[in-house]
């Protein structure tokens, strides 16, 4: 079925084929990376894109002697199946399986591992300076997107790269698409390069020109460059580039092998950083990917003969109930503003995009400027609500400090993908925001137990006056009645799940707080009777309620989908702790480890990090029996 990719065993068999070959080889990475993504999920339309691109890179260059990183990785399934993985590419982003992002535990060729995006210019840069440090000679080469390049780390490795003048290679994969539609002033930019391909041309024939004309041409040609900056602007759409001190070659058709391949064999022979712009088609050779790449760009199982998602029935995901209820609570209120980083659809303000386009702020790969751009419409009257996924928002914390908390600013921050994400994997976890928002003075952070809640809890927080967070999990919620009201939530007050006279209690927050009640029900079973507690905020805590629980309990278990280090259930431990309660009642905390996650099922995971309710029922239960042999 794919004759030339099963030679492929490792990269130096690429340089082996002719050109003719090399393009078929194109066709099979295509079929086999669709037959793959198909029964596993993943990011299918950027790797599509790359194939030509990957088969050029390693047909020219000697990796891993020469260094390739990838920007957030989302593109590089051709490399990773042309380096030796071919034979486990059937087990991408499964448990124990091959990682969906570069990964520099997984092969000696991920130069450097990534996930998020705009970072590969600086890790480039970085293995370069340290090149030159060590007198060594390879390649090291950057392939970013248009997407990535909107991000301002993008533009500071690329301001200093011009600057050192190091041997750099940066590959711009231009296709128009990132998982929404490009914003911005970089993508208008691109826009016109893509628009105005004869510019080469023009420069070369002007020189012709000029040169041609008896006893002056050389005198002119010389002139012209003496006043290229100023003509260059209006001449040459890479000037930008340029003038940042690379050299600029592009915009190239990224589907041409040969072209490829003599491109970025001119550049290995240039000095100082070289910036090529490639333009690719997202979803290339898989039609359904073509005619909807935003869909494709990440995608779960699918009928590789349709493109029809395959879907099995289930409530509303927790971001299209956010979706609905921010245009819900803006119906009402026209202070109330929405921001997010170049995910309109997967933090579901599409819709809210598109009822108040006036309101609504893409603001790109820029969650930094997402922050402090809603702290200046907070200073003027205004509450802006954020929304991001939780891995994402890590990028702001300075922001978030300093601008929005320190000014004690009405800034709600929407935290999508909380706690365990699943085949995404480490880069893509948010298991860090309780920990990190919970220390920062005005911060109030809530946390939905379902959707329901999440819809009151959000209508609570725009009604604020001071910095407030909410963080709820990826994918469908429970199944719980929605109402078309909201309700008012008391801050800092506690739900009491069920209530008995037993030994133990578990405290729990957000997804837990279901899990809890099953490990309950699972101990009662056993005559060990627990009471279940929905916290609903990690700050404030309700103390009143853990010092009742703590001086009527022999046991609290703190559950929690986030790191144990800093969390909800270090917060606990610190108000027994001040109150002097741990002579009272014993804590177990249960949450995620000092370690990062690997990929799989979210059941999965939550067993890997004993939070299933089983898990949870078996610790109470080992506690008693330490405490019954004890007597």
Not at 321 to 336: M, S, T
Request: proline share 5%; glycine share 8%; hydrophobic share 40%.
């Amino acid at each position: 079925m794919y004759p030339l990719l099963t030679k492929i065993n490792k990269p130096e068999d690429i340089k082996k084929l002719s050109l003719t070959e090399l393009e078929a080889l194109a066709s099979e990475l295509r079929a086999f990376i669709v037959a793959t993504v198909a029964k596993n999920g993943g990011h299918l339309a950027p790797s599509l894109g790359t194939v030509e691109l990957t088969l050029a890179l390693y047909s020219v260059f000697n990796f891993p002697h020469d260094k390739l990183i990838w920007d957030v990785g989302h593109q590089a399934y051709s490399h990773k199946i042309l380096t030796g993985r071919r034979d486990s590419f059937a087990s991408l982003r499964q448990k124990g399986g091959i990682t969906g992002f570069p990964n520099r535990f997984e092969s000696k060729y991920d130069a450097f591992g990534v996930g998020h995006a705009s970072t590969s210019i600086s890790a480039a840069l970085g293995m370069a300076v340290s090149r030159d440090i060590s007198g060594r000679k390879n390649e090291v080469i950057a392939v970013i997107g248009d997407g990535a390049l909107t991000g301002g780390e993008a533009f500071e490795a690329l301001n200093q790269a011009g600057d050192l003048g190091k041997k750099l290679i940066v590959i711009l994969n231009d296709n128009e698409m990132s998982i929404d539609k490009n914003v911005g002033g970089m993508s208008e930019y691109l826009s016109r390069i893509r628009l105005n391909p004869q510019y080469s041309k023009a420069k070369r024939d002007m020189g012709t020109l000029l040169q041609s004309i008896p006893h002056f041409g050389d005198k002119a040609l010389k002139t012209a460059r003496i006043v290229k900056d100023s003509v260059r602007a209006a001449l040459v759409p890479g000037s930008l580039f340029e003038e940042l001190g690379f050299h600029y070659v592009g915009p190239i058709d990224g589907h041409n092998l040969s072209l490829l391949q003599e491109i970025l064999q001119r550049a290995r022979a240039m000095s100082g950083p070289v910036l090529i712009h490639v333009h690719t088609t997202k979803g290339k050779g898989y039609l359904p990917a073509e005619n909807q790449p935003e869909k494709f760009h990440g995608i779960g199982k699918f009928d590789p003969a349709t493109g029809e998602v395959i879907k099995k029935p289930s409530p509303p995901s927790y971001t299209a109930v956010f979706g609905e209820a921010i245009v819900q609570l803006a119906d009402k209120n026209p202070n109330l503003l929405a921001i997010t980083a170049a995910m309109p659809t997967g933090t579901g303000l599409k819709n809210f995009s598109k009822i108040y386009p006036g309101r609504f702020f893409d603001v790109g790969i820029a969650e930094e400027h997402a922050v402090t751009l809603a702290a200046g419409m907070a200073a003027d009257g205004k509450h802006p609500v954020v929304a991001l996924y939780s891995t994402f928002a890590q990028r702001a914390y300075d922001q978030l400090m300093h601008d929005v908390c320190l000014q004690n600013l009405p800034v709600t921050l929407c935290l999508d993908r909380a706690g365990l994400v699943g085949a995404d994997g480490p880069t893509h976890h948010g298991a860090f925001d309780l920990s990190y928002l919970r220390h920062m003075p005005n911060m109030t952070v809530f946390v939905p137990k379902d959707e329901a809640e999440l819809r009151d809890m959000l209508a609570t927080a725009v009604a604020m006056d001071s910095p407030t967070a909410i963080r709820y999990p990826r994918g469908a919620g429970i199944g719980v009645s929605l109402t078309a009201d909201f309700k008012s939530i008391p801050i800092g007050k506690a739900e009491i799940i069920s209530e008995n006279d037993g030994e133990v209690a578990f405290l729990a927050v957000g997804s837990m707080v279901y899990k809890a009640k099953q490990a309950a029900e699972i101990l009662a079973e056993s005559g060990i009777m627990a009471t279940v507690i929905n916290m609903r905020f990690v700050k404030p805590l309700d103390k009143a309620i853990i010092e009742t629980m703590a001086v009527s309990k022999k046991l609290l278990v703190t559950v929690e989908e986030n790191v144990l280090a800093g969390g909800f259930g270090s917060a606990a431990a610190e108000v027994l702790a001040d109150g002097d309660l741990l002579k009272h009642t014993s804590l177990i905390r249960m949450g995620i480890a000092d370690t990062f996650v690997e990929q799989g099922t979210h059941d999965e995971l939550l067993e890997i990090c004993n939070l299933q309710p089983e898990q949870l029922a078996y610790k109470v239960k080992e506690r008693i029996k330490e405490w019954q042999n004890k007597d």
